[in-house]
């Protein structure tokens, strides 16, 4: 492990609230999702403001109407929508932490209401990296864990240096089967 991720890992380490580990356990690694995390998934309001904003430009001169700032109210409107979706964005990935045990997965999310995803490493089937092409393109992936599970995101979505972090959970996975 490199000083950076050791260092990073004792960071998220610490912002775990203790209460969250059991007696004996470890944390092998706990990470935030990449900064890109705030515009990836604000990208689906970024691309719906920025439609509505070219239709409103493309369709505003041919409709005779009294009022002369619509396209200015227009691009406050998209431009308030898109920093609005940013701050939601922000405080989702604030919120965010990822954590490898050597007895569990963890995702802990939500600023006001926290939601913790946990599942033993003994009921993953396995863990697959996967990436889209603008993940790719940003340097993050995705683990997505084959769980026994009933949770709608058995997920760590866009995780920075994805194949680092998608090898320290192969050897705990391969550690919790022996």
Not at 1 to 23: D, F, R, V
Not at 31 to 56: E, N, Q, R, Y
Not at 61 to 85: D, K
Request: proline share 4%; glycine share 4%.
């Amino acid at each position: 492990m490199t000083s950076k991720s050791a260092a990073q890992t004792a960071a998220g380490a610490k912002a775990l609230p203790q209460q969250l580990l059991n007696e004996g356990e470890v944390v092998i690694l706990a990470v935030k999702p990449s900064v890109w995390f705030v515009l990836l998934s604000a990208w689906p309001a970024i691309a719906v403001a920025a439609i509505v904003m070219a239709l409103g430009f493309a369709v505003l001169p041919t409709i005779e109407m009294q009022i002369t700032y619509s396209r200015r109210v227009l691009t406050m409107l998209c431009a308030s929508a898109v920093l609005i979706q940013l701050f939601i964005s922000c405080c989702q990935w604030t919120g965010r932490l990822y954590v490898l045990t050597n007895v569990r997965v963890l995702r802990v999310r939500g600023v006001f209401r926290v939601d913790v995803f946990q599942c033993p490493l003994q009921k993953i089937r396995r863990a697959t990296l996967t990436a889209t092409r603008v993940e790719r393109l940003c340097g993050v992936g995705t683990i997505v864990f084959d769980a026994e599970t009933e949770s709608e995101e058995p997920c760590w979505l866009h995780v920075a240096r994805p194949s680092d972090v998608n090898d320290k959970v192969q050897e705990a996975l391969r550690r919790a089967r022996k």
